[in-house]
């Protein structure tokens, strides 16, 4: 039995645990049966080990998206080359543009002459705008001045937006996104007694579903972040300011309410008293409790709201909070959506901290869109991480040029990039090691897997680094086919101190004839090798007997130790 499932990252999170379909998913029931997910990344990390093929919708590619701009502005060279200096000036749009919706929006935008926006909430307000002026002339009934906001709107035409953005609010509480048209009629009466105003104005689309029982018709919002635009609005201008403060206290930390709370920051430019009081933890003033302080993805989803509102007074006391003392930033252990992963780079790129001891992104669930996030914001950035942990993670070898130029732009000492996969195929990650301006002396590369050739470009990298101290690739499926390119590079490079290669099917005559490289090396102290017979092991004590008497005699104290 095969079961496909599209869609998944749109599947409520409650239903997860407590339903059939997350009964099936989980392989609680059916374990052998075969499973087709699709997702957005940022939901489908979960599902590494039960979907039998998972398949991330990832949008465009920026040459995609080149590609889009140049067929929609064909023939207009000037218009093409100032949307493409805007998306390179604004990473936060460029980003969301990779989602066709959003640059099909933009172009809208463009082409209709309005000022492109820096960030997503003007964005989708002004896409809201514009489609709500465009069905009333679809349809015979042009305003007489196009809206600039929603309460610019006539009766009951206002009326109508406000109940679909009480909805909008509603139905993000209850994780709903698929409305009938019951439900509809319910919260939106004045929708059914309006002409043509059943879609809300060109804000819904209906969805006919052909059944068993007969013919049934479901509608939702354009987009997920029209819907979060609305609630975001609805908050704003109708909600009771106990009823603010009530919504803020219970959901603004919460990841299905992150992108609505980020429009609702820049809605009310981060004013609101009720916000104020939220934030101060039940005070007025304009400060941030120290419990939101102490939590540091807090910290970068303030940030990014108070940065978007240009309220540069506040991102100054999010830096200076204890918690960032250290230089470190550690997010192990948390699955972080695309959000998050812009919410952290932005704080890097955009602090008054330049020098970091620590980026600690270990067991995020990072895939390569995600890393392609980071790699926008901290490429060419004039940062300096010192250590840099990705270990853990979904990332492939489509990301090795994105690590090589993290690596590179960031000054970055000690990488360790152990448990993902097929990392180390990528022949680009290894220009690190050699590039004249790398600081990269610690690589770490445990749990990969290395074909022969990735291998070999390895160690040739390694043979002409000269700054590479530490070196760790154990388990990473080396064979004896590596061989000489192992013994060249320990030969020939002057700063490795430590080389663990334990658990590869390395044979133990080619440990022996690595051993024997190591006669003309005077610097490695360390050097872990796979397990080897019973029978070489007197062999390979007396070399490393022979390696250090010789560096005795010409006076060197760091002796070699082989284990």
């Known amino acids: 039995m095969l079961f496909l499932f599209d869609g998944f990252d749109e599947f409520p999170e409650h239903l997860r645990e407590s339903s059939l379909i997350g009964e099936i998913i989980n392989r609680n029931i059916l374990p052998l049966c075969g499973l087709v997910v699709s997702s957005r990344p940022h939901a489908s990390v979960i599902l590494r080990e039960q979907a039998t093929i998972k398949v991330d919708i990832l949008g465009f590619t920026e040459k995609e998206r080149h590609r889009y701009i140049e067929q929609t502005l064909k023939g207009q060279s000037q218009s093409i080359a100032k949307l493409t200096q805007y998306l390179q000036d604004h990473l936060t749009i460029s980003n969301l543009c990779l989602v066709p919706f959003n640059i099909v929006i933009l172009l809208f935008l463009f082409k209709m002459d309005i000022t492109l926006p820096s960030d997503s909430s003007t964005l989708y307000h002004h896409f809201i705008c514009l489609t709500i002026c465009r069905h009333f002339a679809k349809y015979g009934h042009p ?24 909805l909008a609010l509603q139905a993000l509480n209850n994780n709903q996104l698929v409305f009938t048209y019951e439900e509809i009629e319910a919260a939106c009466p004045d929708i059914i007694t309006t002409s043509e105003a059943i879609n809300g104005f060109g ?14 018709t479901t509608f939702n919002f354009l987009h997920l972040t029209i819907q979060e635009y609305l609630a975001a609005n609805y908050i704003v201008t109708d909600l009771r300011p106990d009823e603010e403060f009530r919504l803020l206290c219970e959901q603004f930390w919460s990841d299905l309410h992150a992108n609505m709370f980020s429009i609702y920051v820049k809605l009310s430019k981060g004013q609101r008293s009720s916000f104020k009081k939220f934030l101060s933890g039940g005070d007025n003033n304009i400060t941030i409790s120290t419990e939101f302080l102490c939590d540091q993805l807090k910290c970068f989803r303030l940030f990014r709201c108070f940065h978007d509102v240009l309220d540069y007074h506040m991102c100054k006391s999010i830096e200076e909070a204890e918690i960032f003392k250290e230089k470190k930033i550690n997010c192990s252990g948390t699955i972080l959506s695309a959000t998050d992963l812009e919410c952290v780079s932005l704080f890097l790129t955009s602090s008054s901290h330049k020098q970091w001891v620590e980026l600690d992104l270990s067991s995020c669930y990072i895939q390569n869109c995600g890393l392609y996030i980071i790699h926008k914001y901290l490429n060419q ?10 270990y853990d993670n979904d990332l492939t070898k489509s990301s090795s040029s994105f690590i090589s130029d993290i690596v590179l732009s ?14 180390g195929e990528g022949g680009k990650l290894y220009t690190m090691l050699t590039h004249p301006s790398s600081m990269l002396t610690g690589l770490a590369m445990d749990d990969s897997s290395l074909s022969s050739i990735a291998a070999r470009t390895l160690f040739t990298a390694v043979k002409y680094s000269n700054k590479l101290k530490v070196l760790y690739t154990n388990h990473t499926g080396i064979t004896d086919d590596v061989a000489e390119e192992i013994t060249t590079a320990i030969t020939t490079n002057k700063s490795l101190v430590r080389l663990r290669m334990w658990d590869n099917p390395i044979s133990g005559e080619t440990t022996v004839t690595i051993l024997q490289a190591l006669r003309g090396n005077m610097t490695l102290q360390e050097l872990v090798v796979p397990s080897y017979p019973t029978a070489i092991k007197d062999r390979i004590t007396s070399i490393e007997q022979e390696i250090n008497t010789k560096r005795r005699s010409q006076g060197i104290q760091d002796k070699l130790t082989v284990i």
Request: glycine share 4%; with cysteine; charged share 20%.
């Open 203 to 216: 804000l819904l689309q209906a969805v006919q579903h052909f059944r068993l029982t007969g013919k049934a």
């Open 410 to 423: 960031c000054k970055v000492e000690v990488l360790s990039i152990s448990g993902n996969s097929t990392i």
């Open 381 to 390: 950035s004039d940062i300096t991480i010192t250590n840099l942990w990705l």
């Open 143 to 166: 305003l007489k001045n196009n809206i600039k906001q929603l309460a610019d709107l006539p009766e009951p035409y206002s009326k109508i937006v406000k109940q679909l953005s009480k």
